[in-house]
């Protein structure tokens, strides 16, 4: 084999690539996860409300859009066609929702809602396990699929073992980096949705759980308002 030096370019070769994807991964997942919020409770419930319409039950999902753009208590309802829109305000009433319409002759809808019960945030608690261990499993597979391909350079004589070894460490260490920022926001999201009901299900989330809640104070204290000092006051004393 033909002597190699030791270049940026034989190193990085894998581990560039490598280390690209993981951040790609977890940006993917804190694009998600920053999209969940606890009034998704109850616009599921809302999109799994059946509403007869000619003859025929259809999910409220199915023919309107819920949202809640501006408070989590007051969703809006966009029914797609007025056709549409008193067997939709009836149903909802039924349902023992409070309902009026946004404006007159509008298609939208504002329903007053409870919060969301314990039960129905635990099940997105739930789904943010799901979604954290995909994550673990998507960088798992970056490193194992990376390290197969360094293992495969050696032995064609593509790269030598000691830049293998060099590139294989960094890496495992963006690995370990990367996945344990990725545990720490599923946890943080999981505490921000849950809030009181919050509880260590996960075999790592006592690891995480002082960051999470450190992390919570400082942003608390940062959002506290800064009493100014009276100058007045000051000079008087």
């Given amino acids: 084999m033909a002597e190699q030096s030791l270049t940026p370019e034989n190193l990085e070769s894998y581990s560039t690539e490598a280390i690209s994807n993981f951040s790609k991964a977890i940006e993917d997942f804190a694009d998600v996860i920053t999209e969940i919020k606890s009034e998704d409770a109850n616009i599921a ?5 059946f509403v007869m319409i000619d003859g025929r039950k259809r999910r409220l999902a199915d023919i309107a859009n819920v949202e809640a753009p501006d408070d ?16 939709v305000i009836n149903t909802i009433k039924e349902a023992g929702f409070p309902v009026k319409l946004k404006e007159k002759n509008s298609q939208f809808l504002i329903v007053k809602v409870p919060p969301p019960s314990r039960m129905q945030l635990e099940e997105i608690g739930d789904d943010l396990i ?5 994550l673990v499993m998507r960088l798992t597979k970056i490193k194992t699929n990376t390290g197969l391909r360094i293992r495969a350079a050696v032995q064609n004589e593509f790269i030598e073992t000691k830049i293998a070894t060099l590139a294989t460490k ?19 999201k999981r505490k921000q949705i849950l809030g009181s009901y919050f509880k260590s299900t996960e075999k790592d989330d006592e690891t995480f759980v002082k960051k999470v809640n450190l992390y919570l104070k400082l942003n608390e204290n940062l959002r506290q308002p800064v009493v100014k000092e009276d100058k007045n006051q000051n000079n008087q004393s």
């Avoid at 495992?172 to 344990?180: N, Q």
Wanted: aromatic share 6%; glycine share 4%; net charge neutral.
């Fill in 72 to 87: 989590p208590l007051n969703l809006e309802v966009m029914v797609y066609s007025k056709d549409n829109l008193e067997s």
């Fill in 45 to 49: 419930v809302f999109n799994s409300i």
């Fill in 170 to 188: 960094k890496i495992d260490a963006s690995h370990l980096k990367i996945e344990s920022e990725g545990k720490f926001l599923g946890v943080l």
């Fill in 130 to 134: 799901r979604r954290t261990n995909s």
